[in-house]
Every structure is written in structure tokens, then in C-alpha cells.
């Protein structure tokens, strides 16, 4: 089966720009993650849907980072305006059921790098 | 904030050796689970233990789960170079949200 696709694979940007993220989960996975990793850290849960509910956001820095799940399969993240200390790493993974029963599927992620 | 924090940060080993890491959370979980990650690369499962589970064993792993203690451990046993990657613990909550702890980066010297 194919597996989490992620695009793009590297960006640069300068800080106060805006950014977007896409994610295409493994077809019939109804949960998707966005993750943040900064470099020798563990990733850290942005946002966590089910089908196209949220099920946490919790730690989404709301007043620049925004997050959908058109129709419950792809998903973009985007951050507006972006701060030198974004930069990281973006993974985006999917998972079939809720609770977990076989793990999850990351994608290869997003490197961001803001100058 | 994270939910699992893993022990030690760093550990380095010849070839041949087991390798033991540690994991430590902080609410109640409906199960754990263990990811390695290779530099550069995305994360990759590896065994899944359930909450009423104590022990489980796939190929060379070995994770056991004390709930009592909120604490599991992974062993990988015989090392190989090929494993020299970080490992993470996530833990799957009540509310069914999935958060890692800081991982532990292995050196596997040949």
C-alpha cells in the first residue's frame, strides 16, 4: 500500500512569511496527525484529527498555525505568520482506528527552515 | 507538553550487546507504543503493548509495561550497527491522543 505522503519536502522561507503544508494519509486511515519535531527533540503533537473532527489541538499555536481535514482524507497545515523558531520538522502521520491497535504511519515530513 | 519522557537520552554499545531503554509517562494510557527513527527519516513502528498487557516480544524487542509504575522498557537484544537510530515512547491517552517523549538516541559501534 502506498504509504503518508508529505509535500514539500524542504522549505525556506523568511520569518513573517506564511507557509502551507500538505498530507495525504494512507487511504482509509481515519486519524491524521501533525507533528512538530525541532531538531534532537521528540515530536510534539500539533493537532490530531479523526475523519475531519478534531480530536486535540491542545498544544496548536492558534494564532498562527491553522490546521483542516477537507472531506476527512487530505490535510494542510499552515503557519502565518511564521517565527525563526519554527523552524523544524513537520510530520504528518495516519493511523486506520482510534485507540490505536497497530501504530501509525509517518511520512518522510516537511523541513522548514525560517530565516 | 510531552507525555513520555525516555531514559537514558543517549546510550552507545558495541555490536552484539542488548540495549535497554526506559520510558516514563504520566496518565492513565489505553496502550504504548515504541517508534525508531532513523537521521533525516520519518518514524517507524515497532511493537504496540497494550494496557493489560506486562510483556511482549517481537523478533530481537522485548518491551515489558508496568502500569503500576507508569514505566516500559525496551530491550533490543544483539545489536546490530543497523540499529543505531532514536527511539521514541508514545502513549496513547484516554482521550485517544498519541504524544512522544524526547527519545533516546542509540550508537551501535561495529
Known amino acids: 500500500e502506498a504509504g503518508v505522503a508529505q509535500s514539500p519536502r524542504y522549505k525556506i522561507i523568511e520569518k513573517r512569511q506564511s507557509v502551507a503544508f500538505w498530507c495525504n494519509p494512507i487511504s482509509g486511515h481515519a486519524t491524521l496527525y501533525w507533528y512538530q519535531q525541532i531538531l534532537g527533540q521528540g515530536p510534539k503533537l500539533l493537532i490530531q484529527?479523526?475523519?475531519?473532527?478534531?480530536?486535540?489541538d491542545s498544544q496548536l499555536p492558534k494564532d498562527r498555525f491553522s490546521a483542516e481535514r477537507l472531506k476527512g482524507v487530505d490535510s494542510t497545515l499552515k503557519i502565518q505568520p511564521a517565527k525563526l523558531e519554527d523552524s523544524a520538522v513537520y510530520l504528518c502521520?495516519?493511523?486506520?482506528?482510534?485507540?490505536?491497535?497497530?501504530?501509525?504511519?509517518f511520512g518522510q515530513g516537511t523541513r522548514l527552515t525560517v530565516v | 507538553s510531552q507525555q513520555g519522557e525516555e531514559d537514558p537520552q543517549a546510550l552507545s554499545i558495541q555490536e552484539g550487546e542488548n540495549a535497554t531503554m526506559n520510558c516514563s509517562y504520566k496518565?492513565?494510557?489505553?496502550?504504548l507504543q515504541w517508534y525508531r527513527q532513523n537521521s533525516g527519516r520519518g518514524l517507524v513502528h515497532l511493537i504496540l503493548i497494550r494496557s493489560n498487557e506486562r510483556e511482549k516480544h517481537s523478533g530481537r524487542l522485548r518491551v515489558t509495561l508496568d502500569t503500576s509504575k507508569k514505566s516500559s522498557s525496551l530491550l533490543i537484544t544483539a545489536s546490530r550497527a543497523a540499529d543505531t537510530a532514536s527511539y521514541f515512547c508514545?502513549?496513547?491517552?484516554?482521550?485517544?491522543?498519541?504524544?512522544f517523549g524526547a527519545g533516546t538516541r542509540l550508537t551501535v559501534k561495529p
Open positions: 502521520a495516519s493511523s486506520l482506528l482510534l485507540p490505536i491497535i497497530r501504530g501509525a504511519f
Open positions: 508514545a502513549t496513547d491517552a484516554q482521550n485517544n491522543d498519541m504524544r
Open positions: 484529527f479523526q475523519n475531519n473532527g478534531v480530536v486535540d
Open positions: 496518565t492513565s494510557i489505553n496502550n
